[in-house]
């Protein structure tokens, strides 16, 4: 996990007052589980990055910090098949996160619909 997210994680926290066990007990994990996730040493998944935004009432990009990077000199060349190339490194690899987390995000949404289909 980056640790820019876990930094955030906390931050947001500590600004609503909320203590980490109150986190663990609303995430229904214990403690030590969720100082390992502020602490970036376990691995935090879409579905608790979501639920963590949402208990802290933030933005998920808040936590991702994605409005505070800068893109310097960032060209697109978008082919007909929509395509992009030439992203800078940095970029290409937060835009495949974002897919990454989107793609999850539904796969489990499809997964509670079916539950409750």
């Keep these: 996990m980056n640790g820019m997210i876990s930094k955030n994680i906390r931050k947001y926290r500590e600004l609503k007052g ?11 994990i214990n403690q030590a589980s969720y100082a390992k996730i502020e602490n970036n040493s376990t691995k935090l998944t879409v579905e608790r990055l979501f639920a963590i935004s949402k208990l802290l009432e933030t933005d998920v990009t808040d936590l991702l910090d994605l409005k ?3 893109v310097f000199n960032q060209s697109e060349n978008v082919t007909a098949y929509g395509k992009i190339e030439h992203f800078h490194n940095e970029n290409k690899e ?3 996160k974002l897919i990454q987390a989107k793609n999850e995000q539904i796969a489990l949404l499809k997964e509670l619909l079916e539950r409750k289909g």
């Design 94 to 96: 937060v835009y495949e």
């Design 18 to 28: 909320f203590s980490q066990e109150y986190m663990a007990n609303q995430l229904d």
């Design 68 to 70: 505070s990077q800068t």
